[in-house]
C-alpha cells in the first residue's frame, strides 16, 4: 500500500523526461500507472465485500506510538477505485487537450502527485499521516488551480482556494488532536471502534465543530461554497479531476469515516443536514442561473456536496446506500460531462452555453455520451443517478427529523436538477447551429473521448444491473460508513411510491423550467445583486482587513528601528508571563534575605550601582564601561556560586564585547541629541515591569520542581559518553552541540556586521 502511493510521486518525479522521450504519446504512457494502481485495488474487492478490514502499518515516530498505517475497508476502497480510474482517463485525456503547452511536463508533475495525496488521504488509517496528505492536496490543488499562472484569475481563485482550505485543515488539525486524546489512539480503526466513548467524552462538542470546519471548507458546504466555482480557472482536466473523484469530496470523505465515532447524535444530525441540504439547493440553484458550461457543472457540484453531506447526517441505513450510490453516480457522470466541456472547448471553442447549439452534427459520439450523463445528472430513468436519486429521496422521506424543511429542498433541488441536465444535455446539441469562436470539423481524439465514452456507459450499466455496483461495493462502503453491516440493496425499480412520483414531477416541472430558462434567468437578474453581500464578499473583505493589518503593524512594530523592537518583545514577554502567572496561579517562593552575607551585598550593590551609572551617564565610552563592570560582575557570581567555567566564559566574552563596543563607537558619529524625558520614563517603566515579572518567574521555580534534575545524568555520562571530566563543557560540545554550534553563528554573524559597519564608515570618510 505504502509502495503504491510512493509510486505516483516517484513517477510524478520523472515524468516531465517521460513527456519529453514519448511526446504526444505522454497521456498514454503516464496513464499507465493509474491503471495498474486501479488493477491493484480491485485485488482487494473479494476481501473487502466480504466484510474484511484490511490494516498495513509501519512505525513511523514510536517515541510517541504513531505509525504510518493505511486501512482498506468499503469506504476507502470505493475512493481509491475512483481515484486511479479517472485517474487514468484524465491523465490520458490532458496528454491531448494540452498539447503543445509548454508546460504539459510539469502538469503531470502536479497532477500525479495531487493523485498520490489523495490516495493517501483516504486510504489512512492514522490520523497524523491523513492530515498530511489532507495539507498535500491542498497544496497540489492550489499548483493545479494556478496552473495558468500568467492568468490573473488562475493565481487570484487558487490563492482563494488555499486560504479557504488550508485554514479550514488548521481547523481540522486542533480537531483531530482532541479527536485522538478523546479515543485514546491515533488509529482510526480503533477510534471508530470507541464510538460511545468519544461521544460521551467532554470534548465531543468542540472537536466535532473543529472537524466539521475542515470538512466543510474543503468540500464547499455553505458558507464556503464560493471558492469551488472559482476553481474553474483550472484547465478543464484538473476540474474534471478535481470534481469528480478527488479533493472536492475530501471533506466528505471525512465525515463518512468518522460517521462510526461521531454520528448518532442530534448536533450531528441538525449540522449535516441543514448544512447540506442548504448547500445542495443553493449549488442546483446558482447552476441554473449560470450560463458557462464550466459554471453550471462546478455549481452542480456544490449540489451534489450538499446532498452527500445531508445524506451522512441523516445516518439511517437507507440514507448511507444512498449516499453511497450517490457519489459513485455523480463521479461517473460529473466526469464525463467535464471532459464533455473540455472537448467543447478544444474542438468549438464554447465556453459558455449561450455560445452554443446544434453542434450533434459536428460531434455525433461526444454528443451522445454528453446526453446519456446529463440523464444521469438529472436522475432519469434507466441511469444510475435515477437509481440513486430515488433512494435519497426515500431517505428524505424517512428521516428522524427536519422532515419539512429537507424535503421542500430535496423536491427544488430535483425540479431544478432536471433543468440544469436539460441545460447540459441539450442546449449544445440541438436547436440552430450557433456561431461558435471555432467550426468543428471533427470529432475529438480517441484519448479524449475515453473518458465520457467509458465513464457515460458505466452510468447506464450500473442503472440497468444496479447489482454490479452494489455487490462488493456501494454496499460495503456503506457498511464502512455505518460501521455495522447494512442490509439494504440497490433496485432500478421499487415500486410506485412518493419517490417515483416526486421524481415524476421534476421532470415535468424541470421540463418546464429549461423551456423558460432565458426568462427564468432575467427574473432572476437580482441573483447578482445579492452576490455582493455574499460569502465571497467577505472573503475579500477579510483579505483587504489582512492587507491592512499588515501595513499598521509594518508601520508601528516593523520600522527599521531597533529600540521598538526591544520595547515590544520585553513587554510582550513580561505580558505573557504576568497573565500566565495570574490564570495559573503561580506562587512566588520565600526568599531569605536574612541569609545575605556581607559580599554577596557587595557584589549586588556593585550591580545595581553599574546599571544606574550606564542609564544616567551621557558619555558613550563611560556608559560602555558600566556595562562592562555588570558584566564582570555577574561573571564573579557565577565564581561564586561554583560555576567557574562559566564564570571564565562570561569574562571572555565582556571583554571582547567592551573591545568591539568602544570600536565600532570611535567609528560612529557623536549623538545628535538624547531622549525626552518622557520616553526615559517609559523606558525605565518598561524596564521595572519587565525585571519585576523576571524575578517573580525566577523566585516562583524555587518551589516548583516537577521532574528530577538532569545534573545527575551529566555527572553520570559526562566521562563515558563525552570522554571528558569538565562537564560543563561536555555539555557545551557533546549534549548540547547543536545549540553551542548556533551562538558560534550568532557571533561570527555579529563579527561580520561589526566589520560592515566600520568598514562602510571608513569608505565614507575616505569619500
Not at 2 to 19: K, M, R
Not at 583 to 604: C, K, P, Y
Request: glycine share 10%; charged share 10%.
Amino acid at each position: 500500500m505504502l509502495y503504491a502511493i510512493l509510486s505516483t510521486f516517484l513517477v510524478a518525479a520523472i515524468a516531465p523526461a517521460v513527456h519529453r522521450v514519448t511526446g504526444r504519446a505522454s497521456g498514454w504512457v503516464l496513464g499507465l500507472l493509474p491503471a495498474a494502481l486501479f488493477l491493484y485495488f480491485l485485488s482487494f474487492l473479494p476481501a473487502v465485500s466480504a466484510g474484511e478490514a484490511i490494516v498495513l502499518s509501519w512505525p513511523w515516530l514510536p517515541g510517541l506510538d504513531i505509525h504510518l498505517s493505511f486501512l482498506v475497508d468499503g469506504l476507502s476502497l470505493l475512493f481509491a477505485l475512483l481515484i486511479s480510474g479517472i485517474g487514468f482517463f484524465i491523465v490520458t485525456y490532458a496528454g491531448r487537450y494540452l498539447e503543445g503547452h509548454r508546460d504539459l511536463g510539469r502538469f503531470y508533475v502536479i497532477i500525479l502527485a495531487f493523485m498520490g495525496s489523495m490516495l493517501g488521504l483516504v486510504l489512512a488509517d492514522n490520523l497524523i499521516a491523513m492530515f498530511v496528505f489532507w495539507e498535500l492536496t491542498s497544496i497540489t490543488s492550489y499548483l493545479l488551480i494556478g496552473y495558468n499562472h500568467e492568468n490573473a484569475d488562475a493565481r487570484k481563485y487558487a490563492l482563494q482556494g488555499l486560504f479557504v482550505t488550508v485554514g479550514g485543515g488548521l481547523a481540522l488539525l486542533a480537531g483531530i488532536i482532541m479527536l485522538a486524546m478523546a479515543g485514546g489512539s491515533y488509529e482510526l480503526s480503533e477510534i471508530l471502534a470507541s464510538g460511545e466513548v468519544v461521544r460521551e467524552h467532554a470534548l465531543y462538542l468542540p472537536l466535532l465543530i473543529l472537524i466539521l470546519l475542515g470538512a466543510f471548507t474543503k468540500s464547499a458546504q455553505v458558507p464556503f461554497h464560493f471558492w469551488l466555482p472559482r476553481a474553474m480557472a483550472a484547465p478543464t482536466p484538473v476540474s474534471a479531476y478535481l470534481h469528480s473523484a478527488t479533493m472536492v469530496k475530501a471533506g466528505v470523505y471525512l465525515l463518512a469515516r468518522l460517521n462510526p465515532s461521531l454520528g448518532g447524535t442530534d448536533i450531528w444530525f441538525t449540522t449535516l443536514a441543514l448544512f447540506g441540504a442548504i448547500t445542495m439547493f443553493t449549488g442546483v440553484f446558482l447552476a441554473f442561473r449560470s450560463t458557462g458550461v464550466k459554471q453550471v457543472l462546478a455549481y452542480s457540484t456544490v449540489m451534489a456536496l450538499g446532498t452527500l453531506t445531508m445524506l451522512i447526517g441523516i445516518g439511517t441505513e437507507t440514507a448511507l446506500m444512498a449516499a453511497m450510490a450517490f457519489l459513485l453516480a455523480h463521479s461517473l457522470y460529473k466526469g464525463a460531462l467535464f471532459m464533455v466541456a473540455g472537448i467543447l472547448d478544444h474542438e468549438a471553442g464554447a465556453k459558455d452555453f449561450l455560445q452554443t447549439g446544434g453542434l450533434r452534427t459536428a460531434l455525433p459520439i461526444t454528443a451522445a455520451f454528453a446526453i446519456l450523463a446529463a440523464l444521469s445528472l438529472g436522475g432519469v430513468i434507466p441511469l444510475f443517478g435515477f437509481v440513486a436519486k430515488e433512494l435519497m429521496l426515500e431517505s428524505v422521506l424517512e428521516a428522524p427529523g427536519l422532515v419539512g424543511i429537507l424535503t421542500l429542498l430535496a423536491v427544488l433541488t430535483a425540479i431544478l436538477g432536471v433543468a440544469v441536465a436539460a441545460i447540459v444535455g441539450i442546449r449544445p446539441w440541438f436547436g440552430a447551429r450557433a456561431e461558435t469562436p471555432k467550426t468543428p470539423h471533427h470529432e475529438a481524439p480517441p484519448a479524449m473521448l475515453a473518458g465520457p465514452v467509458v465513464l457515460a456507459s458505466l452510468g447506464l450499466i450500473f442503472g440497468l444491473g444496479p447489482g454490479l455496483a452494489d455487490e462488493g461495493l456501494v454496499n460495503a462502503a456503506a457498511a464502512s460508513v455505518q460501521g455495522a453491516p447494512v442490509d439494504g440493496y440497490l433496485a432500478l425499480w421499487h415500486g410506485i411510491n412518493w419517490p417515483l412520483a416526486i421524481s415524476a414531477f421534476s421532470l415535468v416541472a424541470g421540463g418546464l423550467l429549461y423551456w423558460r430558462w432565458e426568462q427564468a434567468r432575467r427574473a432572476l437578474a437580482w441573483v447578482d445583486r445579492a452576490a455582493e453581500y455574499g460569502p465571497e464578499k467577505g472573503y475579500f473583505k477579510m483579505m483587504d482587513g489582512l492587507v491592512w493589518i499588515s501595513e499598521w503593524q509594518t508601520r508601528v512594530l516593523q520600522n527599521g528601528y531597533l529600540r521598538y523592537y526591544v520595547i515590544v518583545i520585553v513587554a510582550m514577554t513580561a505580558g505573557l508571563v504576568g497573565v500566565t502567572a495570574q490564570l495559573f496561579d503561580v506562587s512566588v517562593g520565600t526568599v531569605h534575605f536574612e541569609r545575605l552575607q556581607i559580599h554577596e551585598m557587595a557584589i549586588i550593590a556593585i550591580l545595581v550601582a553599574s546599571m544606574l551609572f550606564a542609564v544616567l551617564t551621557r558619555s558613550r565610552l563611560g556608559a560602555v564601561a558600566a556595562l562592562g563592570s555588570l558584566g564582570f560582575t555577574v561573571a564573579l557570581v557565577y565564581v561564586l556560586y561554583s560555576a567557574a567555567d562559566v564564570g571564565i566564559t562570561q569574562v571572555l566574552v565582556e571583554t571582547l564585547t567592551v573591545i568591539l563596543l568602544v570600536l565600532v563607537l570611535f567609528r560612529l558619529p557623536g549623538f545628535l541629541n538624547l531622549s525626552s524625558t518622557a520616553l526615559r520614563l517609559r523606558d525605565a517603566g518598561i524596564a521595572l515591569v519587565t525585571g519585576g515579572m523576571i524575578t517573580l518567574l525566577m523566585l516562583s521555580t524555587l518551589d516548583a520542581r516537577l521532574f528530577d534534575s538532569i545534573s545527575q545524568y551529566f555527572i553520570e555520562e559526562s566521562e563515558p559518553s563525552g570522554y571528558g571530566r569538565n562537564i560543563v563543557n561536555v555539555v557545551l560540545v557533546d549534549f548540547r552541540a547543536l545549540d553551542t554550534l548556533g551562538e558560534i553563528f550568532v557571533l561570527a554573524l555579529a563579527a561580520i556586521g561589526v566589520y560592515a559597519m566600520i568598514r562602510f564608515r571608513a569608505e565614507d570618510h575616505r569619500r
